[in-house]
């Protein structure tokens, strides 16, 4: 049984409707928040990024709000921060009259990606119209790296989970959308004996907890490979889509992510299945560099801002218990728990 987070109300989101799953439906949407609890529609400076009405952690950690506090330049324009994650659908908050308002803002793109499924419909090129239209754009895709648009890996890197050491267990930690896993993905992890099992949807405290328990991690997560190769954990991916390919050809990875299809329970139970019998678990070599490397990324591209004028300075938040407790209190603010 696990306490899941359900998105509490859908107010200030611009959103689509997913498909039922179950007996809940994922709405996609992007959440817009201000800095120490400034009305985001007001606030000097401005967060988005995705989310879906189930709770998907990864996605909430990869805002640099989380990391950073960023001091608006005197006399400037409100600016807006879109990222991180995926944002290959911006043109969805950015038309006359969206829910989510940003026109008139500065435009700063942080670690946003793609996750492309076949043929590229025209990923690639919204995220070179970002290049062209904000004023400042990062990815943390290599592959799509330019004169205008900076590499930045995701910013969680500067959260502690990334500092658990690694236990002695392997775990199955998967995506809970059931676009992304199918319909029960509940159901699905309890066929497999002898792990530890997990989902995204659940406190940061809570996935801390058996995230600390695994030395081998199975995903379809990209922020839990994430974190498990830069913990100096052994992972192996499973995947749907180019952001996973991302990861391997961020990290140099020898083996390709094994694949299925989308949504497909039975695929990604054989995927996983596969991933156990084959060993395709890889590690970093010496993970703390990379980690240091990948933070002091994230620390240069807020220096990059700053000396564009966008802001006065950008300041490190000690990743720290009462950091945690604050992005607690802001979870239980937006959803309820509800067992699964």
């Known amino acids: 049984m696990f306490n899941l987070f359900r ?8 959103h689509g409707r997913g498909e039922a799953a179950g007996d809940h439906e994922i709405v996609s949407s992007f959440r817009m928040a201000g800095q120490d609890g ?11 990024h995705y989310r879906t009405s189930v709770f998907n952690l990864g996605d909430y950690l990869s805002s640099p709000r989380h990391y950073f506090r960023f001091v608006p330049a005197a006399g400037s324009r409100r600016v807006a921060v879109i990222g991180g994650g995926v944002f290959g659908r911006y043109e969805r908050i950015r038309g006359p009259g969206a829910a989510i308002d940003i026109e008139g803002r500065a435009r700063v793109a942080w670690a946003v990606g793609l996750s492309l499924k076949g043929a590229d419909g025209g990923g690639v090129e919204r995220l070179a119209e970002m290049a062209r239209s904000f004023d400042a754009v990062s990815t943390r895709d290599p592959n ?12 969680s890197v500067l959260n502690g989970i990334v500092d658990i050491p690694p236990g002695d267990r392997t775990g199955i930690l998967l995506n809970f959308d059931p676009r992304a896993s199918g319909r029960d993905p509940l159901a699905m992890l309890e066929s497999f004996r002898d792990v530890v099992v997990g989902v995204n949807a659940v406190s940061e405290r809570d996935f801390r907890r058996y995230f600390a328990r695994c030395g081998r991690i199975v995903t379809n997560s990209y922020h839990t490979a994430f974190w498990g190769l830069l913990s100096g954990r052994a992972v192996a991916i499973v995947g749907f889509s180019s952001k996973y390919d991302s990861l391997r050809e961020m990290f140099g990875l020898t083996r390709a992510p094994r694949r299925y299809a989308m949504g497909d329970g039975d695929s990604l139970q054989a995927a996983i299945g596969g991933a ?3 060993e395709s678990f890889q590690s970093l ?47 239980f603010a937006d959803y309820v728990l509800r067992e699964w």
């Open 7 to 14: 998105q509490r109300r859908q107010s200030g989101s611009s």
């Open 38 to 48: 400034e009305p985001a529609a007001t606030a000097a400076v401005a967060f988005l």
């Open 144 to 155: 799509h790296v330019s004169d205008a648009i900076s590499f930045c890996p995701c910013s």
């Open 276 to 278: 156990l019998d084959e």
């Open 285 to 331: 070599d010496e993970p703390e560099v990379w980690r240091a490397r990948f933070r002091d990324l994230n620390r240069r591209y807020a220096d990059q801002l700053v000396a564009a004028g966008l802001f006065e300075r950008i300041e490190l938040i000690a990743d720290d218990d009462d950091a945690l407790d604050r992005r607690q209190a802001e979870i």
